[in-house]
């Protein structure tokens, strides 16, 4: 550290910007009771506030908010579906040129900075923190619906396509219908997502490590709006980063709850439902509360590394007792697959799929997008010392080869256990418990199952305390070792919003609360994408 002000000296050579601005100048200093509190008062207050009326709005009128909640979802998914599939794939290109192009030369924290962290802790810690919760409640589910609907073909009704399946669907041709559901799938889970991490990462590690200034979304902006970004249109922006990070964090946690509860269900009789769910959520939270009051080293990094190795057992358990021939080779043909479909399923205007354009890829790429800046953070803070070439190869196709492995795995087991043995299970159950009737057919699965559970429970855990570290650096103004009461804070509100959403239309209302944020901060990040691409060309390239 250089100073007090949490920003790291660079190493080597750098293009600085000069600025007056201090980190924590406009924050407010508070000592209520033995707890000190150090909050940049206008985005700390307007966004604490919002959410502290949310969750209290929510909770009063639960019956009334949850059509609303299924409206806006609705109508944000269907009217805007070609904004979003549009912005995904600018994201992709600004990244694959950024890979390519010399400007891959510039190294974050200057030509002579070295890496904190070795690879391992590096990817185990992208990928908990990136894709945990998803890929647990999505591994068997999402691969298994899009080959369903494939299956099943297109279907009409007064002229307008009603059936779910991408593209064209492969009516009752089972190796084409697992070739496009994976490919589908796929598309969701490799680069895109990943894409959308990667740009806001690389701009925040980039303006702090090496133009020196404060690690909060602001930050991205100076080349655009220079000094004006530290008054209001700064504040907007990490305003419109809080309520984003917030409520695509608790779409997570509400997700991971509805699956855990299933688990328990499924293994201990636990009865199922929002009770259920609720408890849930107040334990993890609790968990996580104790997992940031240690710190990102000591708990996320520790964490990330116990979830990683659980994740890589289960993975490997299923591959060796499952149809291990099928999901080797079908990890190559899938992505054969997904290469063979992405300009057709990327395709933004002129789609027949609706359903799946809007219901599928439009909330997806919003949900990706509302946790930019949770994960972009998190990526930024541990990625110090990597080329902007490394950064982007490792952030952007080593995590995506992992899903792609993964859904291949946990989904090809599935399809293969409806087409070769017949059975239904999977296929007919909610998306919450699907995982384990997968797992129920193959060896120990009480075993497996109770894996599924500790990790669907830490990555849980690890979402919430890494959103929390983040949420937190925002609205302290970019001080990244800020009171604890103020971590406490926002970690329990992060559970009371999930609450509040189960409570007020559930998985619906935790969509389109999503679908919301990510909407306007979708914008945001098309913006940031142009003042990255400036601040890049400013900064010496390292040999």
Known sequence: MSDKNDIMTPDGEVNPINTDYQIGQDNVALQIGPFGLDIHNRVFMISGLTIVAFVLLTLMFQAQVAPVFGSIRSWLTTNLDWFF????????LICLFLIFSPLGKVRLGGTEATPDYTYAGWFAMLFAAGMGIGLMFYGVSEPMSHFASSMGGISMENGVRTDWAPLGGAAGDAEAAASLGMAATIYHW???PWAIYAILALGLALFSFNKGLPLTMRSVFYPLLGERVWGWPGHIIDILAVFATLFGLATSL??????????????FDVPMGSTTNVLLV??????????????????????????MVLAALLLLFVIFVGPTLAILTGFFSNLVSYVQHLPALANPVGREDANFASGWTAFYW???ISWSPFVGMFIARVSRGRTVREFM?????????????????FGGTAISQLVNDGYQAVSQADLPIKLFLMLDVLPLSEITSLIAIVLVIVFFVTSSDSGSLVIDAI???????????????WCTFEGLVAIALILGGGLTALQAMAVSTGLPF?????????????GLASEPKSV
């Open 393 to 409: 190869i490792s952030v952007l196709l080593i995590p995506s080869l992992a899903c792609v492995l993964w859904m291949t795995a």
């Open 475 to 489: 609205s302290a103004g970019g001080k990244v070792d800020s009171p604890k009461p103020q971590r406490i804070f």
């Open 282 to 307: 107040i334990g993890i939270t609790g968990l996580a509360m104790i997992s940031v009051l240690a710190g990102l080293d000591a708990g996320v990094k520790r964490l990330s590394e116990i979830n």
């Open 522 to 534: 979708t914008f945001v990040l098309l913006v940031a994408s142009v003042s990255v691409l400036k």
């Open 190 to 192: 490799g680069l895109h």
């Open 366 to 368: 919003a949900w990706w």
């Open 254 to 267: 509400g997700l991971g709850a509805s699956q855990a509860g299933a688990g328990l269900n499924y293994l």
């Open 85 to 92: 599939i549009s912005a995904g794939n600018i994201f992709v």
